[in-house]
């Protein structure tokens, strides 16, 4: 069945990089896109960027300029690393399979900013 | 960027019966909406697709309809695990824009 599983430090300091690893299983990244999605705690959910099954990428142009989404298939695992963090990046991040709308999602890994 | 304006922010409504959710977009997105709800401590799962269409396992008391730039969720028989926060997508044009959710509890 399709699964997807987010992975990465739970605290970063501000100013630093965050480095997420999206593990997936159950279909293949070259038939189907990832996307990133964060949601502040208590807050609302915040499209951040994609990969393609073809590999290209799009990003959300709020975070385009810290942001950056890559993979390597044979693992079945996408990247997200985002530079520059600020506490108002503290946030549960999820990757999605993005089949026209988001149909699966991960659990979530839940990062904090602070100094 | 499309703005969704989502409502009511929250709902508190009994046991069977029938509540209704709204989304207005900022712009012509066709069928393009999705619905989503979000239980505590989870991630969202979705509902309803391309408007109208119910996702794989959802139960049939969830429907969704559009009339024009609105678009609404109902839940028919209210159920006790219904509760949860609501969310609208647009998946029209980038960047895919939620809405502000809806949370939903039982009375």
């Known amino acids: 069945q399709v699964q997807l599983k987010e992975s990465g430090p739970g605290l970063v300091q501000t100013s630093q990089t965050l480095s997420l690893t999206c593990t997936v299983s159950g279909f293949s990244l070259t038939s189907y896109h990832v996307s990133w999605v964060r949601q502040p705690p208590g807050k609302g959910l915040e499209w951040m960027g994609r990969i393609q099954s073809g590999g290209s990428t799009y990003y959300n142009s709020a975070l385009k300029s810290r942001l950056s989404i890559s993979r390597d298939t044979s693992k079945s695992q996408v990247f997200l690393k985002m530079n520059s963090l600020q506490t108002e990046d503290t946030a549960i991040y999820y990757c999605?399979?993005?089949?026209?709308?988001?149909?699966?999602w991960g659990p979530g890994t839940m990062v904090t900013v602070s100094s | 960027d499309i703005q969704m304006t989502q409502s009511p922010a929250s709902l508190s409504a009994s046991l069977e019966e029938i509540v209704t959710i709204t989304c207005q977009a900022s712009?012509?997105?066709?069928?393009?909406l999705a619905w989503y709800q979000q239980k505590p401590g989870k991630s969202p799962q979705l509902l309803i697709h391309s408007a109208t269409s119910l996702a794989d396992g959802i139960p049939s008391r969830f429907s969704g309809s559009r009339s024009g730039t609105q678009y609404s969720l109902k839940i028919s028989r209210l159920q006790v695990e219904d509760t949860g926060i609501y969310y609208c997508?647009?998946?029209?044009?980038?960047?895919?824009?939620f809405g502000s959710g809806t949370k939903l509890e039982i009375k």
């Open positions: 712009q012509d997105i066709g069928n393009w």
């Open positions: 997508l647009q998946r029209y044009s980038n960047p895919p824009t």
């Open positions: 999605t399979r993005d089949h026209w709308y988001f149909d699966f």
